[in-house]
């Protein structure tokens, strides 16, 4: 990028707020200093959607989207890079720079490309209008049941099989190299033989990119001759395992309705389309890809897999499983489903109409399903070592997620799985029910046994004589005040304070010779003093309970210098660590400049260009003393080695963040007693002991 393009795009970020931009596209609501709104890049309920005005980035903590004016003109409208400059020029009054002669050629021939295959769509869909395209317009029309509307739409066409192709291009000027390279036409490595038109007597698909621009085409047959579909090859502005037909007409129905639709393939989509679901999509001739999965998740966290119910679609599910398995992220999966009688869309559209599909979609099944399935249906379990090879393979395959917290739930509920199936007894099996609601009510009062002279009545009104039973062994960090209207009346009177030896065990919090119930001991008279209780829990260098800011700091130090070492990390964890809680104001801002630095640029950055970025902002000074950095430069480790360690520090925040919210809720509930706060508590330490059982689990 040369200099006065740079100083445009710095003085374009200046000039242009981008709030105003944003706010063109999402309604934002001010929040403190920043502004607040639904992600226009995900579906969400609840606002995640950040933007800095003073910074000029935005950023989103449910799908990590971040960038600043000129990206998101880009993602949120589908503009290229420099027509989202041409708009954000004329919206501050800047005339923009004259182009270096290479940007310049670059832009030139990439707009040349554009508009060849833009003649080349307006032929074929003129030909499916020619005798010669009589048949191609009677498949579409007859056949497939389409509608002059839909044709036009999708801008079907019809290829000749007479390379009228190929001369009508050369009429406009057009050469063979340029033809080729879009793949248009083919020219044999046998020299003798002529060149001639790729596609020739097929129904014509053009392939859009994100922004509509005709990118590719998909060629297919009308008669049962194999290929049945031909494809462009990949070209300087086609990729096939990145793009998916029919995105940009469909993004937009998909944010509104939450949903997306992945089809096998062209013709499925626009049957689709043409009974009222505007927001499906397809892969371009090969199976689903990684790139693919994300860019459809850019659109919908969960899209629905549609599959032919028939051997290919199941096979087309378990290669999607392989697939998707290593990049799953918190929130982010597939859905399957499958169409019954071995019948695509199109035919079962046809057969059963639009209510009976939408219905289908609500019987989804989840991945968990279908990994499951892959690998049990059908195999052989008689033996205790064939059903340890399917458990083995089972782990194995879920230990390919990336993510540790999606990991180990899958491994939980894989196991979870494997015990129902083959570890439980018959009796087990046989005998099991589904556990009850647990029901309250008063426990019977023991008669006291007094050993001392009754002092003089004292009986204030109590509402209730016994805590309910679901109070007990509610931890306490510091001895407090018990309610009075769930104090023993023999307990109000003066006490002897006694320590009771404290022993931790499988809780967490321990037992006490006092009985269950931390109000007193039921096996004695009610007239026994009540312990005073010091509950406290040490924190153990073994385990991951660690409470003090300074550790705090000293982890995000960490992960700030494997950022630096490996810049492919930010993408990875940002989101997790601008959405936890640091406390040290220097450290979060060094965090966000890092972020700033590193979306600021169209490519990925490696470690030295980031570091030599940072070093002109104000926080050098703090990346000089990072000694972090320096030991990890030193002997730069392996990148999933730094994952493994991020995961379990980002562990300790959460686990951190826990024990202080359990604290607080016990006090309250101790203090002035509520169902909600109870409820609550129960479950921040079923959440807590979750994570405590997975961390004391090896890994997989």
């Known amino acids: ?84 400059l041409h708009k954000l020029s004329q919206q501050a009054g800047l005339p923009m720079p004259q182009l270096s002669a290479k940007d310049k050629k670059e832009e030139e021939e990439r707009k040349s490309l554009y508009d060849i295959m833009e003649t080349a769509c307006n032929f074929f869909e003129r030909e499916l209008r020619m005798p010669d395209g009589a048949e191609g317009l009677k498949y579409f029309m007859e056949k497939r049941g389409l509608s002059k509307e839909t044709i036009q739409k999708f801008r079907l066409g019809f290829a000749p099989n007479n390379n009228a192709l190929m001369a009508h291009l050369k009429a406009e000027g057009i050469n063979e190299k340029e033809m080729k390279e879009l793949g248009l036409i083919a020219i044999p490595e046998d ?96 199976a689903l890809t990684e790139e693919q999965i994300m860019e459809a998740w850019r659109v919908c966290p969960e899209p629905i897999l549609c599959l032919d119910g028939d051997s290919p679609g199941v096979k087309a599910a378990m290669r999607a499983v392989d697939r998707v398995l290593p990049i799953l992220k918190a929130g982010y999966s597939l859905k399957f489903l499958f169409l019954p009688d071995n019948q695509d869309p199109d035919e079962y559209l046809q057969a059963h109409g639009r209510e009976s599909f939408g219905a289908l979609m609500k019987k989804t099944k989840p991945l968990i399903d279908i990994l499951w399935q892959k690998y049990t249906e059908n195999e052989d379990s008689s033996t205790p070592e064939k059903k340890a090879l399917i458990e083995k393979t089972l782990l194995a395959e879920v230990a390919k997620i990336t993510d540790a917290t999606v990991r180990s739930y899958y491994a939980q509920e894989i196991r979870n799985r494997i015990y129902l199936a083959f570890k439980q007894t018959a009796w087990q099996k046989r005998e099991y029910t589904a556990p009850q609601p647990r029901t309250y009510s008063p426990r019977p009062q023991p008669t006291p046994v007094r050993t001392t002279p009754a002092p003089a009545p004292y009986n204030p009104p109590i509402q209730n004589q016994e805590p309910p039973a679901y109070l007990d062994n509610i931890p306490i960090s510091d001895p407090l005040p018990m309610p009075k209207a769930y104090e023993p009346v023999a307990q109000q009177r003066q006490r002897t304070p006694q320590t009771p030896t404290y ?70 964890y940002e989101e997790q660590l601008l959405g936890s809680d640091i406390k040290n104001t220097k450290l979060k801002e060094l965090l966000e400049t890092i972020a700033d630095i590193y979306h600021d640029t169209e490519t990925p950055m490696s470690s030295e260009e980031l570091l030599e970025k940072l070093s002109t902002t104000p926080q050098n000074q703090q990346i000089k003393e990072l000694w972090e950095l320096d030991m990890l430069q030193k002997r730069p480790p392996f990148i999933n080695d730094l994952r493994r360690n991020i995961d379990k520090l980002l562990l300790e925040d959460k686990l951190r963040s826990l024990e202080e919210e359990i604290k607080t809720l016990t006090q309250e509930v101790c203090q002035n007693f509520t169902e909600d706060a109870y409820t609550r508590l129960t479950e921040l330490k079923k959440e807590r002991d979750t994570i405590l059982s997975h961390a004391a689990e090896p890994e997989i």
Do not use: W
């Not at 009985?515 to 153990?540: E, L, V």
């Not at 309970?545 to 630096?564: H, P, V, W, Y």
């Open 1 to 84: 990028m040369n200099d006065d393009l740079q100083r445009f795009i710095d003085e374009l970020r200046a000039r242009v707020s981008i709030v105003d931009v944003v706010g063109a596209k999402v309604k934002l609501t001010k929040k403190g200093r920043e502004y607040q709104g639904l992600c226009p890049f995900h579906n969400e309920k609840t606002p995640s959607f950040t933007v800095n005005e003073s910074k000029g980035f935005y950023h989103c903590f449910g799908c990590g989207a971040h960038g600043d004016i000129i990206k998101f003109e880009m993602e949120a409208n589908g503009l290229p890079f420099i027509d989202a």
């Open 191 to 286: 020299t003798s033989r002529r060149p001639h038109d790729f596609f020739r007597n097929r129904v014509m698909i053009p392939i859009t990119n994100k922004q509509g621009k005709i990118i590719a085409f998909g060629g297919r047959v009308m008669e049962k001759l194999e290929p049945k579909y031909l494809n462009s090859p990949d070209t300087p502005i086609f990729n096939k395992r990145r793009n998916l037909y029919n995105l940009d007409k469909a993004r937009e129905v998909a944010y509104k309705e939450k949903n997306l639709i992945i089809c096998e393939g062209y013709m499925d989509v626009i049957a689709l389309d043409r009974y009222g679901f505007g927001y499906a999509v397809a892969p371009l001739g090969t």
């Open 503 to 572: 022993t931790r065990s499988n809780n967490g919090y321990g037992n006490n010779s006092y009985g269950n119930n931390r109000y007193g001991n039921r096996r004695n008279s009610y007239n026994a003093p009540r312990p005073q209780i010091n509950h406290t829990i040490s924190n153990a260098p073994e385990t991951l309970r660690q409470s003090a800011d300074g550790e705090n700091d000293k982890n995000i130090r960490f992960m700030i210098a494997a950022e630096l070492i490996y810049p492919e990390l930010i993408d990875e």
